[in-house]
């Protein structure tokens, strides 16, 4: 199973702010397997990005996907109020073992 | 509106059954795999079970196989999962979601069905 690490835990930041979210994995993931999810308190979680760089449907260019190998990043570049919540990665991989990581949560500084 | 919407949702004593349903509208259901994925209280997701578009394969977690059972009814637009046999560490807030067969990334996310496990 690839075990996926995100970090930091948690993240302090000011409106306006560039957010910098990572998240490894334990060993190589296909590009196109992996994706990054927003959850709000009380709300399903929301896709943001999927084959590690590919915005979904009407999610703002502030968010971007980068990475490949173990090593994939999660930027927002210009923080709105709207954006702070938790964040997760996941991986599917050719195993059919999907996994999440543990999540960062971005909060008002 | 592409909409996915959970029931069931329920207190059961452990060792307890209860259903989960998840009635989908507005795609072509039978079109996409299904999945139902997990959030215990103040925890992250965990992945719980899939089903292919067609029904003919299903997944799942390590941690629910043998007690819990995934199925569809294409002609009902709905998803189903049977939990037996339920341990404390089942209780969390269940989502179904959709994706298509070979790749699962899920763009669309049911609100979420509480299961309580508690005597």
């Known amino acids: 199973e690839i075990v996926l690490t995100q970090s930091p835990g948690t993240l302090s930041l000011s409106p306006g702010e560039r957010a910098t979210l990572s998240c490894r994995a334990s060993q190589s993931v296909s590009s196109s397997y992996l994706a990054w999810y927003q959850q709000k308190p009380g709300q399903a979680p929301r896709l943001l990005i999927y084959g590690a760089s590919s915005r979904a449907t009407g999610i703002p260019d502030r968010f971007s996907g980068s990475g490949s190998g173990t090593d994939f990043t999660l930027t927002i570049s210009r923080l709105e109020p709207e954006d702070f919540a938790v964040y997760y990665c996941q991986q599917y991989g050719s195993s059919l073992r999907l996994t999440f990581g543990g999540g960062t949560k971005v909060e008002i500084k | 509106e592409v909409q996915l919407v959970e029931s069931g949702e329920g207190l059961v004593q452990p060792g307890g059954s209860l259903r989960l349903s998840c009635a989908a509208s507005?795609?072509?259901?039978?079109?996409?795999?299904m999945h139902w994925v997990r959030q215990a209280p103040g925890k992250g997701l965990e992945y719980v079970s899939a089903i292919s578009s067609n029904g003919g394969s299903t997944y799942y977690a390590d941690s629910v196989k043998g007690r819990f059972t995934i199925s569809r009814d294409n002609s009902k637009n709905t998803l189903y999962l049977q939990m037996g046999s339920l341990r404390a560490e089942d209780m969390a807030v269940y989502y179904c979601?959709?994706?298509?067969?070979?790749?699962?990334?899920?763009?669309?996310w049911g609100q979420g069905t509480m299961v309580t496990v508690s005597s």
């Open positions: 979601a959709r994706s298509y067969d070979y790749i699962w990334v899920f763009d669309i």
């Open positions: 507005g795609f072509t259901f039978s079109s996409y795999a």
